[in-house]
């Protein structure tokens, strides 16, 4: 009974080392060094954890309603409160610094990648959603299947993986987060991350799928 108990125990960690060994080799086709994706994954997912304030801003978030009248002999003031805006830095700021590089290095080609980010970007605002006192979020499997979609049709041979992903992250992170930024005094929260909530998941999984396409 015992030994069983102690199997199933170990069965969720054999899982995550499965995964890591999985992410690890797929980043690694992006051009990094093994010990590099497993830097940059390590990174991710400790940087999904830490957010860096952008902004601050006051939001209305209930007025009362009173009697007509009462305007004569009370004055009730809305209920206002501070709203911060963040950067996560796994879910957006570590994909925009390896999709800097892969453009500026030439590992994605300018053009292919413009058109597949386009395309991915239009997909995300629509399938975005404002959620109150989580953020914006979007099904996790559509930018990945949209990305590695458009760099299979897009990309030249040999480039898939890095067009895939540059597309897919910041396309994600442009048409889910930056163009719903408005969106963000409705969601209600004190605090607003782009780059986390739903996002994160989708933006990870990108990274994942999109390099299998190289």
């Known amino acids: ?9 170990l069965v969720p960690l054999l899982l995550m080392m499965l995964f890591f060994n999985v992410a690890t080799f797929s980043f690694s086709r992006l051009g990094m ?22 902004s601050r801003r006051r939001i209305q978030v209930y007025e009362p309603r009173a009697h007509p009248f ?8 809305p209920v206002v409160r501070e709203q911060v805006i963040y950067l996560n830095v796994g879910g957006a700021g570590l994909p925009a610094v390896l999709s800097l590089y892969l453009l500026l290095s030439g590992r994605a080609p300018l053009l292919p990648t413009l058109f597949a980010l386009l395309v991915v ?12 006192g989580v953020g914006i979020v979007m099904p996790a499997f559509i930018p990945p ?24 992250t910041m396309g994600t992170l ?18 607003v991350s782009i780059g986390g909530a739903g996002i994160f998941d989708g933006v990870f999984l990108v990274g994942i799928i999109a390099a299998f396409l190289g």
Do not use: E, H
């Open 121 to 132: 970007t239009v997909v995300a605002k629509m399938m975005a959603r404002p959620k109150p």
């Open 70 to 77: 009462s305007m004569f002999f009370f004055y009730y003031p």
């Open 1 to 9: 009974m015992i030994s069983i108990l102690f199997l199933l125990m």
């Open 33 to 54: 060094s093994q010990q590099g994706a497993f830097l940059f994954l390590t990174a991710s997912i400790i940087g999904s954890m830490i957010n860096i304030p952008l």
């Open 174 to 191: 442009i048409g889910a987060d930056l163009l719903n930024w408005r969106s963000f005094q409705s969601l209600g929260g004190q605090a």
């Open 145 to 168: 299947i949209v990305a590695a979609a458009s760099a299979l049709i897009l990309a030249p041979s040999g480039f898939t993986a890095p067009v895939a992903y540059v597309a897919g």
